[in-house]
């Protein structure tokens, strides 16, 4: 089990503190789906994601990003029992979704860029490291239910 | 394989860089270590504790190795062979940790440009790192 040290932990909670995470939401997706159009294989319904200003100015993507980012906090909130909080969304992602959790190491990897462009000199190697060591055992919890 | 446009993103983002190599790059090196503590043992000779000048120099290496990438973006197989050379017969950097570079690569040009780096600069500088990493493999085997 990934373990946070107490620095690590404040780090990311007073880091996470000062995210708005309707609009990161919003940019996190965006910018997945534009980086990496192949991710776009799991929003057909989501209409005109035909150019990046039409999909970062897409409302189902601010309000799909929105929710991802916002169960992305239940991770802030539980550093110490990650697979525990995101067993069910993990069964939810295999059985019903059927997203291969490589998509989980992209998008984790877009927070933290974003992350980086809004805090600029703050995000310190420091405090990338601890980000970068959440998002990849977030990734984990989401991919342990898988069968 | 980059569009016209692409190639504008490219020179846009690199022109905020050149002349700063070797703090960009050490800034690159020193994320990458931080983050990824492994990468480490493809740069003993950076020392232990980090030798800040050696770092320096280092950086300003790899970074004008990009220069010549971003100046060369037509013929990146012919201007990098050398390189690739060199990371295949005595480098031998695992292929793994290209990704590991470019990320930390996007994390200093988005925490130094901020509101700045667009989602069209990161989406270019993903693919063209990218296929930066795909040339100075292709000689592993």
Known sequence: MVHFTAEEKAAITGLWGKVNVEEAGGEALGRLLVVYPWTQRFFDSFGNLSSPSAIMGNPKV??????????FGDAVKNMDNLKGAFAKLSELHCDKLHVDPENFRLLGNVMVIILASHFGREFTPELQA?????????????????? | MLSAQERAHVTQVWDLIAGHEAPFGAELLLRLFTVYPSTKTYFKHLG????????????QRVLEAVGVAVRHMDN?????????????????????????LIQCFQV???????????V??????????????VVLTEKYR
């Open chain 1, 62 to 71: 601010k309000a799909h990003g929105k929710k991802v980012l916002t169960s």
């Open chain 2, 48 to 59: 232990d504790p980090l030798d800040e000048v050696q770092l320096l120099s280092h950086g």
């Open chain 2, 108 to 118: 200093v040009l988005a925490s130094h440009l901020q509101g700045e780096y667009t």
């Open chain 1, 130 to 147: 601890a980000w970068q060591k959440l998002v990849a055992a977030v990734a984990t919890a989401l991919a342990h239910k898988y069968h």
């Open chain 2, 76 to 100: 990146l197989r012919a201007a990098l062979s050398p390189l690739a050379d060199l990371h295949a017969h005595v480098l031998r950097v695992d292929p793994t940790n290209f990704p590991l």
């Open chain 2, 120 to 133: 069209e600069m990161q989406a270019v500088w993903d693919k063209f790192l990218t296929a930066l990493a």
